[in-house]
RNA sequence: GAAGGUGUAGCUCAGCCGGUAGAGCAGCGGCCUUUUAAGCCGUGGGUCGUGGGUUCGAUUCCCGCCACCUUCACCA
């Protein structure tokens, strides 16, 4: 709405700019420059016993009235929590009763007022002064929750997924559980960064605007810089770089940072998504481990209290060790067949006799991981390590120590979904030149995800990688488990939806 | 990208086997100075997602389109 006609606005919105034009006859100021508040909501009901009939200063939005003639009840809500106020003429004054009988709810208000508890029980706080801070002039979804037997019942929730994400603002107004959810979030992230800043780790960060992509198999968003007249590309990871900096000579890196894939959008994918990845120097996907399991457990311990944790009504325990799974042996457990070894033709039927589809161009490796992901992910509910994958799969990760076929990867499987990929880094120059051109390879067969050749990666493992452990994490992912939600867009505050037309 | 589902008042929803729509809350007016889904009385509000088609007549039936949800594909 470029030009605004009053005309267009619904009743609602018509008699709010009425108020408002009311508000500014009587000199009023409907959006007012600050409020000196001494409280919180949460702090009064806290402090109860102690602020009991003294004054305190809050603001907040009204979230609901109930007016009495001269006086009326209402709830105020901050960030802190909601809290009751009592206006009263008698109290507040003529002018300012005028004032607050134009109030709405929506509206945010400054309250001076005295600490009681109602007839009902209810701690409340008592108006002497009352300001208009901010008028609403868009209504507001009024949900209403009642006690019933012992039941907390809601009524007229916001539920509408659409709205909820498109309009997120009302959504954090409105629903106590999102605006939890995401302060659990930053809370798991904190947490994090704490625990590998307290192993002495280093945050850096490295370029989003990448000339050449890698690090991951997925296909890139791809824009163009005008002034050097070049494509590049939003980093699909961060992995390359990352390890450029362990060959500079840091010996812990880490980067909690935005990734962009450009796939499909899911219950568990956004375009945009919040990646950690960590590279330790001299050491293996062993003390990887080690590390994801302790970490996670430390984060659960910070953030729940507990190492335990509901999700989507099961429970998961994340008390280390994890069980470690062999990726063949895996297959074995789940699907019934062993795999180990076998040619390319032989995976193929053994696929089709399992009833998994596969593209004409694949390699065994990606033959392997469809099997793994059809046959075996979906039994990974309690926190578990799949270890040892096919080195055609893992163009970046160095070959086992004890098997060539095979390379030192593992990844962390926790209520049937990846939340890391972790490996002992290839660091011979020579053998990473191999797996690229292979990618390369790959790439001309039709697989359009496949990994693109980096000379100057490769330029800087011939000046020496230390022997390195690297790992990547979806944050997402782990905020979706520790805050029990079903879907990624309850954890992204502006999950990428579609323009709404107009 | 495919299939299925959904789209009606600010919010949550009902309804219509074709005759231009209802409820609760929110709103507006009135009464009410301890209410809390406040209450009581009265009352306004909708191009029924969008564009076509069939029909005397479409919100309802048919087709296209758009958005969202679910499942699948791709992927983490």
Redesign the pocket.
Known sequence: MQEEHIEDL???MK?RRQ?LAKLQEMQVNAFAYAFERDHTAQQVIDDFEALQEKPVAIAGRIM????????A?GHIMDASSRI?IYV???QVGDAAFEVFNLV??GDIVGIKGTV?K?????I?I?AQQFVLLTKNLR?L??V????EDGQKVT?????????R?RQRYVDLIVNKNVRDTFVMRSKVVTAMRRYLDGKGYLEVETPVLQPIYGG???RPFTTHHNALDMTLYLRIADELYLKRLIVGGFEGVYEISKDF?N?????????E?TMMELYVAYEDYSFMMNLVEEMINTICQDVLGSSKVMYQGGELDFTPPWPRLRLFDAIQKYAGVDLYGKSRDELRSAAKSLHIEIESFWDSGKILD?IV?EKVEPHLIQPTFLCDYPVELSPLAKRHRDDPKLVERFESFVAG??IS?AFSELNDPIDQRGRFEQQMAMKEAGDD?AQMLDEDFLKALEYGMPPTAGLGM?I??LVMLLTDS????DVILFPT??P??L
């Open positions: 619904n009743d609602i008699v108020k609901s009235l109930r007016s009495m003639g001269k006086a009840f009751q009263r003429q008698d709405d709810i009681h109602t007839r009902a029980g209810e409340t008592f209504p979804p009024v209403k929750e009642r006690i009524y007229d929730a916001f539920a509408d997924t659409e709205l994400y991951a198999a997925a894939r796939e499909g959008i899911d219950r568990s994918h956004n375009p998504f469809e992901k979904r990846e990929n995800e979806g997402d992912r079903p879907s990624i867009r939806m579609r709404e037309m």
